[in-house]
């Protein structure tokens, strides 16, 4: 005798399964391991988004190198020195501990709406303009005091480091401020903002003459640069839920015994059977067989057979 199982799981024959078998969860012995989290740091970018900014920093190196070497008519060789991730408090520390001696040029598609800004400090300014005028005679000076020419020549070098990653970045055409600003920091910025810090080695070929200067941009403004952000899913409704938890329950399997009946016997009984020997069961003829799940009687039935293999009729359930 056959029989088929029709997919008809409905939330009260859950409900009643549940309530035959039992629904306490099994204890689970594994141990769980913790990874350490280092809330200092911000973690705005995934492992993939930073392998996408490295790709994105090594072409920016290329384009400034090249854009550089041609302002300046010397050859250029630029690196990335590191690529980092801040918070816009620690950065506004740390300025305040330097006593506000880099130069600032803020950037943005219009001088209302910032979007970063190219830092380099003094040294570096003196490095720059000497380069420009070559003039390796100018004097370095914690108080130097620059002309009105050797400010707008600083300017125009700087803006070409603002265009080659306006270049890079081709969402928008980024526009650096009309002046370079020294002391406080022009970005406006929230404590909690987190900030993404690209620092660069800038060298004339031939020279030790090594300057430096880095990019602060918050990290969200840089996700254009870093492919499409992963849209965020809605929230699903409980009808949503009740439909993932049934295709689940649908497809979980159990461990199904069929029972057609006991005995106890003493030790030295079960060592002293012998073939053909008989062992009378606690059960008449004309009971049912059980079916258990999970060690829970949940349904009632007869012995069958069905293609060559033992099977049980159904004749009643516990649920």
Same mark, same amino acid.
């Given at each position: 005798?056959?029989?088929?199982?029709?997919?008809?799981?409905?939330?009260?024959?859950?409900?009643?399964?549940?309530?035959?078998?039992?629904?306490?969860?099994?204890?689970?012995?594994?141990?769980?391991?913790?990874?350490?989290?280092?809330?200092?740091?911000?973690?705005?970018?995934?492992?993939?988004?930073?392998?996408?900014?490295?790709?994105?920093?090594?072409?920016?190196?290329?384009?400034?190198?090249?854009?550089?070497?041609?302002?300046?008519?010397?050859?250029?060789?630029?690196?990335?020195?590191?690529?980092?991730?801040?918070?816009?408090?620690?950065?506004?520390?740390?300025?305040?501990?330097?006593?506000?001696?880099?130069?600032?040029?803020?950037?943005?598609?219009?001088?209302?709406?910032?979007?970063?800004?190219?830092?380099?400090?003094?040294?570096?300014?003196?490095?720059?303009?000497?380069?420009?005028?070559?003039?390796? %005679?100018?004097?370095?000076?914690?108080?130097?005091? =620059? /002309?009105? #020419?050797? !400010? *707008?020549?600083? +300017? %125009?070098?700087?803006?070409?480091?603002?265009?080659? =990653? /306006?270049? #890079?970045? !081709? *969402?928008?055409? +980024?526009?650096?401020?009309?002046?370079?600003?020294?002391?406080?920091?022009? #970005?406006?910025?929230?404590?909690?903002?987190?900030?993404?810090?690209?620092?660069?080695?800038?060298?004339?070929?031939?020279?030790?003459?090594?300057?430096?200067?880095?990019?602060?941009?918050?990290?969200?403004?840089?996700?254009?640069?870093?492919?499409?952000?992963?849209?965020?899913?809605?929230?699903?409704?409980?009808?949503?839920?009740?439909?993932?938890?049934?295709?689940?329950?649908?497809?979980?399997?159990?461990?199904?015994?069929?029972?057609?009946?006991?005995?106890?016997?003493?030790?030295?009984?079960?060592?002293?059977?012998?073939?053909?020997?008989?062992?009378?069961?606690?059960?008449?003829?004309?009971?049912?067989?059980?079916?258990?799940?999970?060690?829970?009687?949940?349904?009632?039935?007869?012995?069958?057979?069905?293609?060559?293999?033992?099977?049980?009729?159904?004749?009643?359930?516990?649920?």
């Amino acid at each position: 005798m056959s029989s088929s199982i029709k997919n008809n799981l409905t939330r009260a024959k859950i409900q009643q399964l549940l309530a035959a078998v039992g629904s306490a969860p099994t204890e689970d012995s594994s141990q769980i391991e913790a990874q350490e989290h280092n809330w200092s740091v911000p973690h705005c970018f995934s492992d993939t988004k930073l392998k996408i900014l490295s790709e994105f920093t090594e072409q920016l190196a290329v384009v400034i190198a090249e854009k550089f070497s041609d302002y300046c008519r010397s050859q250029f060789e630029v690196t990335i020195d590191s690529t980092s991730q801040c918070f816009a408090d620690e950065f506004l520390n740390k300025s305040a501990d330097d006593k506000g001696k880099d130069f600032y040029l803020p950037f943005g598609m219009n001088q209302e709406h910032q979007f970063g800004l190219l830092a380099f400090p003094e040294e570096t300014a003196v490095l720059w303009v000497k380069q420009l005028l070559g003039d390796n %005679d100018t004097e370095e000076n914690s108080d130097r005091k =620059f /002309s009105q #020419l050797e !400010k *707008s020549l600083l +300017l %125009d070098l700087a803006s070409t480091l603002i265009k080659s =990653f /306006s270049y #890079l970045y !081709k *969402s928008c055409d +980024l526009q650096p401020a009309r002046n370079i600003e020294s002391g406080q920091c022009p #970005l406006k910025l929230q404590d909690t903002e987190e900030l993404c810090r690209i620092s660069l080695n800038i060298k004339k070929s031939g020279t030790e003459n090594n300057t430096t200067a880095y990019f602060l941009i918050p990290c969200g403004k840089l996700e254009p640069a870093l492919g499409k952000k992963t849209e965020t899913k809605s929230e699903p409704t409980p009808e949503d839920i009740s439909k993932m938890i049934f295709g689940h329950l649908e497809k979980t399997s159990v461990n199904v015994t069929v029972q057609l009946a006991c005995v106890e016997l003493s030790f030295e009984e079960m060592m002293d059977l012998q073939v053909n020997d008989i062992v009378l069961l606690d059960k008449k003829i004309d009971e049912p067989i059980e079916l258990i799940v999970e060690g829970r009687k949940v349904c009632y039935g007869w012995p069958a057979q069905s293609a060559g293999m033992y099977a049980i009729t159904i004749s009643e359930t516990a649920f």
